[in-house]
DNA sequence: GCGGCGCTCCGCCGCGAGAATGATATCACA
DNA sequence: TGTGATATCATTCTCGCGGCGGAGCGCCGC
């Protein structure tokens, strides 16, 4: 039986031994919470979370293995019960969404203080889901936005790779009418005029990632 | 007259707080540094600076209120002798490349250990300009790409915003069909074959940036 | 059952984009 | 002085792109 005064325990997962070392000392700079493990990748995470079991995991988006959100999915799948807090450096509404979609329970940028830190560790040990004021208005902008079919989604992705709409066509065995049918509805769900717009927008909002469209990274 | 054993006075800039504290924590992990100040834009490192007179300077490429590679000039502008060392996630080509033109003595990613960074650091308080080889690979791979002219990089930055020929011919008072003529030495140099691909390439090489292209962020 | 939505395919049509080629002026540098 | 790089403008041509309208099929939910 856990007390109230015992410290909330913490597993770290991030891949920059340098911003780890930061997240520790902020978090511990309180006695009421205590880092018990550290990770550099989702592997290395559910190992860990296996382990020590923390009450609440502090997650980056980005990691060498697989992104965070399917870190939090493979937590997820492992504990239905566990807390994840992402703490990244994207506030794309994409990444947002997608993240408490997966079953964050709160979504911090790595501008934040300590403080904040510290408060929505608390929020989140009592049950709540804090989200500071500039990321729900992000969230917000990307809940009044048309979601992308799966279709659609293929076709960005593969413009951002500089497929031709015959060279998609193809790709999917489909018709290049048809490709032009879904860039037709992308174009306006996205507000853009072409394939060039709507490729800078798709990254702009985190709806693709150069690190996944490009050969390495 | 510094001896030999006194501490190499460091200075932080950095825009996470989360981030500053794990580079402080790291760099004091040994006797041998310390940080003397910290600074989250450049306006608050180029006061840091003249007041503590550091050794060394640890600096972000991405800030608030201008960029580190501006933020590197600024420094030596003030202090020619300056020792600057870039520390960002950012591995594109083009970012080692303008940083290192700017006078920084070295460019570290942030996955880099507490060891190496402290090697760095007292590589550069040496007199040498160590960089790591993943970085150095990088460097390399820029320097036998060939140089955009002003007019190609005017090019690319329109295009990742979404003008069209005409657009950009006016925004210049140029021909449409000087333009095109930009545009096909651009795309040679890129090696793509349209505007398209010339956005992505630019973006992932980090010739241009999503955040100084758009409207915020 | 019926409407809505997503996916597919079909036509027509205008325009912008890019390929090919050539010419001229300027400037830096050897 | 000549050579190369850069920037400018021009002509012609082809083709991919995107606009517009229509239409059939399957699935899901009300």
Same mark, same amino acid.
């Given at each position: 039986?856990?007390?109230?005064?015992?410290?909330?325990?913490?597993?770290?997962?991030?891949?920059?031994?340098?911003?780890?070392?930061?997240?520790?000392?902020?978090?511990?700079?309180?006695?009421?919470m205590k880092v018990v493990a550290e990770g550099g990748d989702c592997a290395q995470a559910i190992e860990a979370y296996k382990r020590h079991r923390p009450d609440i995991t502090l997650?980056?988006?980005?990691?060498?293995?697989?992104?965070?959100?399917?870190?939090?999915?493979?937590?997820?799948?492992?504990?239905?019960?566990?807390?994840?807090?992402?703490i990244t450096t994207y506030d794309a509404d994409e990444d947002i969404y997608r993240a408490l979609q997966a079953g964050a329970k709160s979504y911090l940028l790595?501008?934040?203080?300590?403080?904040?830190?510290? *408060?929505?560790?608390?929020?989140?040990?009592?049950?709540?889901?804090?989200?500071?004021?500039?990321?729900?208005?992000?969230?917000?902008?990307?809940?009044s936005r048309p979601a992308?079919?799966?279709?659609?989604?293929?076709?960005?992705?593969?413009?951002?790779?500089?497929?031709?709409?015959?060279?998609?066509?193809?790709e999917f065995g489909i018709t290049e009418d048809t490709v032009k049918g879904h860039l037709k509805h992308l174009f306006v769900k996205l507000g853009v005029k072409d394939r060039t717009q709507a490729a800078i927008v798709a990254l702009q909002q985190g709806i693709i990632h150069?690190?996944?469209? *490009?050969?390495?990274?």
């Open positions: 039986m856990m007390t109230m005064t015992a410290p909330i325990r913490i597993l770290v997962v991030d891949d920059h031994p340098g911003f780890r070392a930061g997240l520790v000392a902020m978090v511990e700079s309180s006695g009421e997650m980056d988006l980005r990691l060498p293995d697989m992104s965070g959100v399917e870190g939090v999915m493979a937590l997820r799948a492992h504990d239905p019960q566990c807390q994840v807090i992402v790595k501008e934040m203080t300590a403080e904040e830190l510290r *408060s929505a560790i608390l929020a989140v040990a009592r049950g709540e889901t804090p989200l500071p004021a500039q990321v729900a208005q992000r969230l917000a902008s990307r809940m992308l079919t799966r279709r659609e989604l293929d076709m960005v992705r593969l413009i951002v790779r500089g497929f031709s709409n015959k060279e998609i066509a193809s150069l690190w996944s469209a *490009s050969t390495d990274r």
